[in-house]
Nanobody, 131 residues
Framework: QSQLEESGGGLVQPGGSLRLSCASS????????IGWFRQAPGKEREGVAC????????WYADSVKGRFSISRDKGKNTLFLEMNSLQPEDSAVYHC????????????????????????WGQGTQVTVSS
């Protein structure tokens, strides 16, 4: 059973923006590496952006640097992914995942395992970029 809930996905035109949210209502996310993975049909899962709630460090995939921004609202126990200048190749299901005490790089590069094997994970939200 997933412990995180994503929202904010949808259909947007190329060049547009979306903000994804990842919330946990069951527990706090202190000392976690939390991030966003995405997977498009027929493509491998990709770590997009990760955030450390321990030291606020971040990690971004080269494909999204300068366009995406990851942040956290500690009071709301929510993680955000601000996505700008979206392109069709950004279309995918975006999942929020987390591991306690991991580094951001370790989490974002560890994309091979089943989602349910991560400490916390969500069901995903669809992002479609199309005109």
């Amino acid at each position: 059973q997933s412990q995180l809930e994503e929202s904010g996905g949808g259909l947007v035109q190329p060049g547009g923006s979306l903000r994804l949210s990842c919330a946990s209502s069951a527990f706090t996310l202190d000392d976690y590496a939390i991030g966003w993975f995405r997977q498009a049909p027929g493509k491998e899962r990709e770590g997009v952006a990760c955030f450390s709630t321990k030291d606020d460090s971040t990690w971004y995939a080269d494909s999204v640097k300068g366009r995406f921004s990851i942040s956290r609202d500690k009071g709301k126990n929510t993680l955000f992914l601000e996505m700008n200048s979206l392109q069709p190749e950004d279309s995918a299901v975006y999942h929020c995942v987390g591991e306690w005490m991991w580094t951001v790089e370790t989490l974002c590069l560890d994309t091979d395992g089943p989602l349910h094997e991560y400490d916390v994970w969500g069901q995903g939200t669809q992002v479609t970029v199309s005109s």
